[in-house]
């Protein structure tokens, strides 16, 4: 069982930086996939970045690719998103969710077995 718990949520100024993480407990984090992703207020759920367990590997949707950074830290079991030049149609709750590493896409979410509660992260103009 893996328990995952976001941080770094807020209210910003579009154009502006936010930076989340997610701590993981447990021991085996290293072996999972970890993901990003948002819902919007009556958006579908998206997948926005994506990192392989050995950060070989990475995913970005086409909405934040050049501005959003997935990096990760397996000793500290956590992984952040940095998100730079941020746009009110960023605004959403994010979540990360993690897999054990597969081959199949990053961007499906139905792959995650794991989730953690969100982060608001609220972009104005």
């Known amino acids: 069982q893996v328990q995952l718990v976001e941080s770094g949520g807020g209210l910003v100024q579009a154009g502006g930086s936010l930076r989340l993480s997610c701590a993981a407990s447990g021991n085996t984090f290293r072996n999972y996939d970890m993901g990003w992703f948002r819902q919007a207020p009556g958006k579908e759920q998206e997948a926005v970045a994506a990192?392989?367990?050995?950060?070989?590997?990475?995913y970005y949707s086409d909405s934040v690719k050049g501005r959003f950074t997935i990096s990760r830290d397996n000793a500290k079991n956590t992984v952040y998103l940095q998100m730079n030049s941020l746009k009110p149609e960023d605004t959403a709750v994010y979540y990360c969710?993690?897999?054990?590493?597969?081959?199949?896409?990053?961007?499906?979410?139905?792959?995650?077995?794991?989730w953690g509660q969100g982060t608001q992260v609220t972009v104005s103009s």
């Open positions: 969710a993690g897999r054990l590493s597969s081959g199949t896409p990053f961007s499906s979410r139905y792959e995650y077995a794991y």
């Open positions: 990192s392989s367990w050995n950060s070989r590997s990475t």
